[in-house]
């Protein structure tokens, strides 16, 4: 009778090269698959969920850019065309005119042009825009809430870490897929 | 040599450390109470916020009292002749006390949308695009085509022969006899009937039948309030915009309108929820309620949301109670004249 040694088997050479192979083809399939899973959509960049913004201002003020990489956009679709837009018009302005005393934006980076009476449409200049909500909050408060905040990824920096995303007291920056880059507004029906 | 040093004692060193600390302190206090605090900072506050209290001397009217729907997502509300409060909630018609106590129901076979009551007792229920009549005992009696199907009906006014609708997915009143048969379409920009066009960047289209034999209807977009023929004729407007309380706050207001028993209009306002009386010619009178009376439903048009789905809506009672319904809340408030 065969004593037990308790020493572990030797492998086999034949054995070896069967366990590696496995191994390497394991490994291969696993980073095949990782790169086409991050083909289809792994990327992710910074953006601002329009349904948790609260239009602090922050954005104007936090990007590590001179001029925040955060923009003023405008969903057409959710627009009422007021002839008194609030987000264009300070609370009271004393006409309804394109006068830089009656316009809420500090800048004057929001067009405003006749379609037809009494309609106008406002159109953000984005070079002039410096994000800092201030039509975002006049429109939410009276309007429709048409205009809106988005981080330009033709402008972002892509920071690891968004600087303004970490004082955002809404909590509102979110990683989306760089496939998909805004989170845009869409009329109800 | 030797350099000599000028020792401090303990006891001023201890006194020069609590000045310091006390001025360090001081500074830290005045920083906060600026709200230099990176996540406070709001240099954005809109210029209406002193229009968020009203003078007390322009305050007319005092809660009696003020109970909460006991169904969600009231939307309207009317007073049957019987004194009885109509809500117009989810789907359901329900019926309140003036105190709040609910009674009878009547389900729907959707969303209520608008609502009104005739002299007999009977109930217009707009649901989205068409109208349904209920008798008093809530037994349902007709079920009208819809005009169009992409009505969406806000409004109701009853008369002796005919309904009107407001319809603020097409702009327009839709005028109906007591059959459900279309007779007519008011409103529409027409320059034969004088009709400017009405103006809905949000859909808050209210219609009243007023005594003089004219329409009354709210053209938010211009913050007026026009007249009419049953026939669609513009026979005139009165309103302005301004954020001060004599006008029409914002983009689009005022969005409901109610009838005083001395024929004075009461207004409802969202933005700035606020809800006055005007003189039979549009003069402003005074305040029923301010937008310091609906703190949640001010803070709903501000923050996360926009300011397309609160507001106010008012009926009128027995006596010229004036019934407010927070469409935010669910809270119907009843308000009496100050005497």
């Not at chain 2, 509300?77 to 309140?96: E, F, H, K, M």
């Not at chain 2, 004219?214 to 407007?237: C, S």
């Not at chain 2, 028993?261 to 309620?289: I, N």
Request: with cysteine; glycine share 10%.
């Amino acid at each position: 009778m065969e004593a037990n040694s308790g020493q572990p088997k030797p492998v086999s050479r034949r054995q070896f090269l069967r366990d590696g192979a496995r191994l390497v083809a394991v490994t291969g399939v696993g980073a095949l698959g990782g790169a086409l899973a991050n083909r289809a959509g792994g990327q992710t960049v910074w953006q601002i969920d329009p349904a948790k913004c609260l239009h602090c201002g922050n954005c104007a003020t936090q990007c590590v850019l001179e001029q925040s990489a955060v923009k003023c956009v405008h969903a057409f679709a959710v627009c009422g065309y007021c002839q008194l837009c609030t987000g264009f018009f300070d609370a009271e302005p004393n006409e309804l005119t394109t006068a830089a005393e009656n316009q809420l934006c500090p800048t004057a980076a929001i067009k405003r042009s006749f379609v037809e009476d009494p309609y106008y449409q406002y159109v953000i200049d984005e070079r002039l825009c410096i994000g800092c909500a201030k039509c975002v909050e006049g429109c939410n408060h009276f309007g429709n809430g048409s205009l809106f905040l988005q981080i330009r990824h033709d402008r972002c920096l892509h920071c690891n870490e968004c600087a303004i995303a970490r004082t955002c007291p809404g909590d509102a920056f979110r990683r989306v897929a760089a496939r998909h880059p805004y989170l845009l507004k869409t009329a109800p029906h | 040599m030797k350099p000599e040093f000028n020792l401090l004692d303990r006891r001023e060193f201890v006194a020069f450390a609590s000045k310091l600390a006390a001025v360090a302190g001081l500074a830290g206090l005045a920083r906060e109470s600026r709200g230099d605090d990176k996540n406070s900072f709001n240099y954005q506050a809109l210029d209406s916020a002193k229009h968020w209290k009203t003078d007390p001397k322009l305050i007319g009217y005092a809660e009696v009292t003020r109970w909460r729907s006991q169904r969600i997502g009231a939307r309207r509300l009317a007073v049957s002749p019987d004194g009885r409060i109509q809500v117009c909630a989810d789907n359901y018609i329900s019926s309140y006390s003036e105190q709040g106590d609910l009674g009878p129901e009547i389900a729907l076979p959707g969303l209520g949308s608008c609502i009104a009551t005739t002299e007999g007792g009977d109930l217009y229920v707009g649901l989205r695009d068409h109208i349904e009549v209920f008798d008093k005992k809530g037994t349902r009696r007709a079920t009208w085509k819809p005009a169009d199907r992409k009505s969406w009906l806000t409004g109701l006014a009853v008369g002796r022969d005919d309904v009107f609708a407001a319809d603020s997915a097409l702009r327009v009143i839709w005028r109906y006899d007591k059959s459900g048969k279309l007779r007519g379409r008011i409103g529409e920009k027409n320059e034969e009937r004088n009709a400017p066009g009405l103006v809905l960047p949000s859909p808050y289209l209210d219609v009243l039948i007023h005594p003089d034999g004219l329409l009354r209807v709210n053209n938010i977009g211009r913050h007026q309030v026009e007249a009419y023929t049953m026939e669609g004729d513009f026979e005139g407007a009165w309103g302005s915009a301004s954020a001060a309380t004599e006008g029409f706050c914002g983009c689009c207001n005022p969005i409901g309108l109610a009838l005083l028993p001395d024929c004075h209009f009461v207004t409802c306002e969202k933005g700035l929820p606020r809800v006055k009386v005007y003189s039979a010619e549009g003069r402003f009178e005074r305040v029923v309620a301010g937008c310091e009376s609906f703190p949640e439903n001010a803070r709903s048009c501000s923050g996360l949301n926009d300011c397309a789905h609160g507001g106010l809506h008012a009926a009128i009672g027995a006596g010229g109670r004036i019934f407010i319904l927070d469409i935010v809340t669910g809270e119907v408030r009843v308000m009496e004249r100050r005497v």
